[in-house]
């Protein structure tokens, strides 16, 4: 499988922005930079502006001060948008159950050209390629409302990487699938960085599922947007103030750190 050349700027770049939507500060004071090649997770509690980040990131919503640049670029300018992989918390609601699975993959694929001409050998190669890359092949000709959450979730994210994107965004990726299902997809996640030498950025509530596969974590906390390593991130004090109620991070018998919450 063919894969993008790496790249040395920092995958995210914030120096001192701020946002501001509808007159209401959401977040402030952001400066940090997001190292290509890793998975960082971005958390908060309910309300605090994750969603806000996402759309500043993909172009969507202007930072009111300060400066963003997403891939060594200003975000939605100079094709930068060709370069980054989304995976929408909805996904299976905006993709339409009608569709076959590996339509959907290839629509990501050819875009705006769909419908104008036929695939390419060489394009139909690919999306094979790359749905066997997120063990998806087995159920490419089934359509959407056939498939299970976490088959749908490999779909989304094949869908996005068929672009061969420098930069996946995945929000909410682990929702409403099962335990067992949650541990392939944070398999997978750590597989797709790898082949595919991908920057990977994931909006999540829960870490614990995630925690063996993150390098760092940006995190919004009383207003402010911080980035640190996921070392600094698992602390006792941080994730109690972040989540607003008291956390315990604990290592289980397998060495394996554990979030819990306490009454």
């Known amino acids: 499988m063919s894969q993008p050349d790496q790249i040395s700027e ?3 770049e914030f120096d001192d922005v701020s946002v501001v939507r509808g007159g209401r500060l959401i977040w402030s004071e952001g400066t940090f930079e997001v ?30 001060s300060g400066r963003v640049r997403v891939l060594g670029r200003a975000p939605g300018s100079g094709g930068v948008q060709s370069e980054i992989g989304y995976v929408p918390q909805n996904y299976a609601a905006t993709a339409g ?13 050819v875009g705006n050209k769909w419908g104008f001409a036929r695939p390419s050998a060489e394009q139909r190669d690919w999306v094979a390629q790359v749905l066997d890359a997120v063990g998806a092949g087995e159920f490419a000709q ?61 909006v999540a509530h829960d870490l614990n599922p995630l925690l063996g596969i993150l390098d760092n974590a940006i995190y919004l906390l009383d207003g402010h947007a911080h980035f ?36």
């Open 35 to 64: 190292p290509a090649g890793g998975i960082t997770a971005l958390i908060g509690s309910n309300g605090s502006g994750k969603t806000t980040l996402l759309q500043v990131v993909l172009g969507l919503l202007p930072a009111a």
């Open 228 to 263: 640190d390593t996921m070392d600094e991130v698992v602390d006792d004090e941080l994730l109690s103030h972040l989540y607003g109620t008291e956390v315990q991070v604990v290592h289980t018998p397998q060495g394996e750190l554990y979030m819990r919450g306490i009454r």
């Open 142 to 202: 089934r359509r959407l409302s056939q498939l299970s959450g976490g088959q749908r979730q490999r779909v989304a994210i094949a869908e996005a990487l068929v672009s061969k994107p420098r930069l996946l965004i995945l929000d909410e990726p682990l929702t409403a699938i099962d335990l067992r299902t949650q541990g392939e997809i944070v398999k997978l996640l750590a597989r797709v960085r790898d082949e595919f030498a991908v920057t990977v950025l994931v």
């Open 97 to 109: 159950n009608a569709i076959r699975a590996y339509d959907a993959v290839m629509l990501g694929l």
């Open 10 to 12: 920092p995958a995210l």
